[in-house]
């Protein structure tokens, strides 16, 4: 049995055709590259200040402890028990300063 053989013409056209897109390939490569040769040579983008003290406020800001486990409590709604122990606030007063020993007239 005979085995075809590939034309040594269209075997040709084939390689040029890779060849061509190997260049092209090459050619995108080295463009993409110079390109971020370019941005790496920038400055990473500047923070303003407003950004940082704006987030700076926000991690620094206390958050509301929970009186049970004294963890804090995430941010946003706040419910009528703590999300971890499902200690009720409404147990223990709202203000810290209620007298503790409160004292009897005589
Ligand atoms: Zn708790």
């Known amino acids: 049995m005979r085995t075809p053989r590939p034309s040594p013409a269209s075997a040709e056209d084939l390689h040029a055709r890779l060849s061509a897109r190997i260049t092209a390939l090459e050619d995108r490569v080295r463009r993409l590259e110079a390109r971020l040769a370019l941005e790496a040579r920038k400055p990473p983008p500047v ?8 987030a700076t406020v926000r991690t ?3 958050r509301p402890r929970c009186p049970g486990c004294t963890l804090e409590l995430p941010r ?3 419910g009528e028990s703590c ?3 499902g200690f009720m606030f409404a147990a223990v007063p709202r203000r810290a300063s209620a007298p503790k020993t409160p004292r009897k007239p005589r």
Do not use: D, L, M
């Open 76 to 78: 946003g709604r706040r």
């Open 47 to 54: 923070r303003t200040r407003a950004s940082v003290s704006a």
């Open 60 to 62: 620094a800001r206390p």
């Open 83 to 85: 999300v971890w122990c």
